[in-house]
């Protein structure tokens, strides 16, 4: 029978790097991650940073600790490979406010536009898409498009918003949110603003409009964490996430980081609950038991590959 517990005198960091050797596995693990599991895998990284290891690993079994549509990337990039997610249940609100039937309509309604949507989404909307981008590489694919084609933006309404003044494309959103960026609250930010006057504030272009205004670098989680190391000031108030600043600790540990405020105080509404479903013991345990795995049709597989590799030639 299939073993769905963990003896507790188990050392599971000594297990799975055994697990990892027996299995030839790599393990990738995204910034958000509890610092635990950053510190075990073979790559930390962004969604594009991710993606291209998943493309050039040599490993047999990919292990991915993220969300389910970062794991369904590294299926669709490696058929022929095992990929393991911790928790099948560790989704994503964009993926989800973006059900694949109802993206067909909004690219049905719009047959002369060209459908750009970030990869937090399904299998199904990637299969429905023209070109697949991240916060990474989003303006550099948008400023690649013909001036004379529109735009479908989805699902993030506030990224796009943000790439709409970045770029000055006039591009149709697709009404999504992230919901850990939306909750960061503007007032209590400047309330840490007044109180550290040398902080800088360092915003995800998922946040809002209204924190994205005050922002002295806005970035994706990559680009937020190269701009501290490069940057000369001493404390910085991260809009983004919390499992990034364990990342920019090691990086630059003489520095300060501040995590952004959410609006209500009684949650730890700046933490993902998709991306804290996975642990070290579901990391074990999937590695142990080679489940949960990703499985997917390979005629939809090659449907969502080719708006990926399309996103990977042009960043």
């Not at 509890?34 to 292990?63: R, Y």
Request: charged content about 30%; proline content about 6%; some cysteine.
């Amino acid at each position: 029978m299939t073993d769905l517990i963990v003896n507790a005198d188990l050392e599971l960091k000594e297990e799975i790097l055994k697990l990892k050797k027996e299995l030839n596995a790599v393990i990738l693990a995204h910034y958000y991650q509890e610092s635990e599991i950053q510190d075990i895998a073979d790559f930390v990284g962004d969604s594009l940073e991710l993606a291209k290891q998943a493309k050039a690993t040599n490993a047999d079994v990919i292990v991915f600790a993220g969300v389910h549509f970062m794991a369904e990337t590294a299926k669709i990039l490696n058929p022929n490979k095992l990929v393991l997610i911790p928790d099948l249940e560790a989704s994503c609100s964009l993926a989800e406010g973006c059900p694949p039937n109802e993206f067909k309509k909004f690219r049905e309604a719009h047959p002369y536009h060209i459908a750009i949507t970030y990869i937090n989404c399904s299998a199904e909307v990637k299969a429905l898409s023209d070109i697949i981008c991240t916060s990474s590489n989003a303006e550099k694919i948008i400023n690649q498009i013909p001036a004379d084609k529109p735009i479908l933006f989805s699902p993030d309404k506030n990224l796009g918003k943000y790439l709409i003044k970045k770029t000055g494309r006039n591009m149709l959103l697709w009404e999504g949110s992230c919901i850990v960026h939306e909750t960061f609250s503007e007032r209590k930010i400047l309330e840490l603003k007044v109180r550290y006057p040398e902080a800088k504030l360092i915003a995800h272009p998922e946040c809002e409009e209204p924190v994205l205004m005050h922002a002295d670098f806005i970035g994706s989680t990559s680009k937020l964490l190269k701009f501290i190391q490069e940057d000369d000031s001493k404390i910085y108030i991260v809009a983004t996430e919390t499992g990034i600043i364990h990342q920019m600790k090691k990086a630059r540990p003489e520095k300060n980081f501040i995590p952004a405020p959410p609006q209500d105080e009684s949650c730890s509404c700046n933490e993902c609950p998709y991306m804290k479903l996975n642990t070290m013991e579901k990391v074990y345990l999937c590695m142990k038991n080679r489940f949960p795995e990703i499985r997917m049709d390979e005629e939809l597989r090659l449907r969502a590959l080719k708006p990926i590799e399309r996103m990977l030639e042009m960043s």
